[in-house]
């Protein structure tokens, strides 16, 4: 892989967004991007946990990435 990896936004930090996030960070696959999660104290601490990313409030307040993963339980989605 030539140039930097590609960045991932992540929607929903928990156990499983944290855990593929982290390992394909760790990979290089991608570059973490923006974290979005239901509450800013909860990406704040996601983006300390991961070590990357920026943490936002709102997903209007999200940047393009190459690559969104949407980590969050399916009653979440119905939600907003």
């Not at 696959?29 to 800013?40: I, K």
């Amino acid at each position: 892989m030539t140039g930097s990896p590609p960045t991932l936004n992540l929607v929903g930090a928990g156990r499983v967004g944290r855990t593929l996030a982290a390992l394909w960070q760790a990979a290089g696959v991608f570059r973490l991007g923006d974290v979005l999660t239901r509450s800013p104290l909860s990406a704040q601490a996601a983006v300390a946990a991961l070590g990357a990313g920026r943490p936002v409030s709102e997903p209007a307040a999200m940047r393009p990435a190459e690559v969104w993963l949407l980590a969050t339980p399916d009653g979440a989605l119905a939600d907003s």
